[in-house]
């Protein structure tokens, strides 16, 4: 059975930080391209950032540049975001994926991050 759990969300204050992380069960990991999206109420699902099969290359949405980190440990088969200088536009569920150029994809069911004072 394929899983992608996330954890690490909550309630935090503009400024400071959180570490979400991804465990992946039931698939090649390392087979796979990692990525977090996010979805704010009322808004598309937008990336976040994408990492490659070995962390050799990652990818940034414009809005996150310079304050958030993409990393995967693939014996551990977690995918991690940190997320520093929060701003309340970074409000939303944060969700991970794996995805490869060909099906299938899998989604976690994401996390809930709260970035208010």
């Known amino acids: 059975q394929v899983t992608l759990v996330e954890s690490g969300g909550g309630l935090v204050q503009p400024g400071g930080s959180l570490r979400l992380s991804c465990a992946a069960s039931g698939f090649a990991f390392s087979s796979y391209t990692m990525c977090w999206y996010r979805q704010a109420p009322g808004k598309e699902r937008e990336l976040v950032a994408r990492?490659?099969?070995?962390?050799?290359?990652?990818n940034y949405a414009d809005s996150v540049k310079a304050r958030f980190t993409i990393s995967r440990d693939n014996t551990e088969k977690t995918v991690f975001l940190q997320m520093n200088s929060l701003k309340p536009d970074d409000t939303a569920v944060y969700y991970c994926?794996?995805?490869?150029?060909?099906?299938?994809?899998?989604w976690g069911q994401g996390t809930q991050v709260t970035v208010s004072s």
């Open positions: 990492i490659t099969r070995n962390g050799g290359i990652t």
């Open positions: 994926k794996a995805e490869r150029n060909w099906p299938p994809t899998y």
